[in-house]
């Protein structure tokens, strides 16, 4: 699949779920969001069709996010159904890592190949001020799990938020080499200014370099997590849908006022 500008589209990221287990401060209120209705929610086998559809397109690469993917039932099903697609390359995950102690090996076992988990402290305190409802050793207890499951490379993604003074950016460089983990440092964004920039250790956010579209888990096909374009797989068809997506997929992200990180797998 090629964009207007001649960009190669080989790159889906597929937003399983809005529900998530953390109420992170830069991400979502405190008393929680409204949540889509289940029938407004793209089944596992609609998902799964979807990516078919955009393997014969040209798509080689999926990327599993949320909210939290490993709340949605059936997440283990989905990656065993995404790896019997012909043509998906790799299967990917974004996860905060409190529920991958229990999944990692199921996961491994179903066709994942690696995992990206989110931790934006080490200090145990500031990990449940940021997160609101998490334990930090429960993340801890996700990355051993992944990484004895083979979920390799292991990228640990940090928001660098203005939340916290107390991120000690230091010590969770020092974490990650010890450990042996891929580290990655991400702006904090703001989808309704349009404040974005380069992700420190990888390509996220180089518009010129973009190879990607979003599956939202309402069926929306999304050009780029700054817009607000949105076309959706059921009223459109899912062919229709990548057509659209790719026709509107603008040179450079500008502004999303119709979405929230927490709904858009951002």
Not at 57 to 83: A, D, F, S
Request: glycine share 10%; with cysteine.
């Amino acid at each position: 699949m090629l964009d207007a500008y001649n960009r190669k589209i080989t790159y889906l990221r597929v937003s399983v779920t809005d529900r998530c287990n953390l109420r992170c401060r830069y991400c979502m209120p405190e008393e929680g969001i409204q949540l889509l209705k289940h029938d407004d929610i793209l089944s596992l086998e609609e998902i799964a069709e979807v990516i078919r559809e955009g393997a014969k397109m040209g798509l080689k690469k999926i990327r599993l996010t949320g909210g939290e993917p490993l709340v949605r039932k059936g997440i283990v099903q989905l990656v065993e159904m995404i790896k019997q697609v012909e043509g998906i390359e790799e299967i990917a995950m974004t996860t905060n890592g409190v529920l991958l102690g229990e999944y990692a090996k199921d996961l491994k076992k179903a066709g994942l190949n690696r995992v990206n988990i989110s931790l934006d402290t080490l200090d145990a305190e500031e990990f449940r001020s940021i997160t609101r409802l998490g334990n930090i050793n429960d993340v801890l207890k996700g990355i051993k799990a992944a990484r004895e499951a083979g979920l390799t490379p292991i990228k640990i993604n940090v928001v660098k938020t203005k939340f916290s003074n107390k991120q000690n950016i230091d010590d969770i460089k020092q974490f990650c080499l010890d450990e042996g983990l891929n580290i990655r440092f991400i702006h904090q964004m703001d989808l309704e200014t349009g404040d974005f920039s380069v992700v420190e250790g990888g390509e996220g956010g180089n518009c010129q370099l973009c190879n990607r579209l979003r599956l939202m888990a309402n069926g929306d096909i999304k050009p780029c997590l700054f817009s607000n374009s949105g076309f959706n797989v059921r009223q459109h068809g899912i062919k229709e849908a990548f057509q659209l997506a790719l026709g509107a997929k603008p040179l450079e992200g500008t502004i999303n006022q119709n979405h929230k990180f927490y709904n858009i797998g951002g």
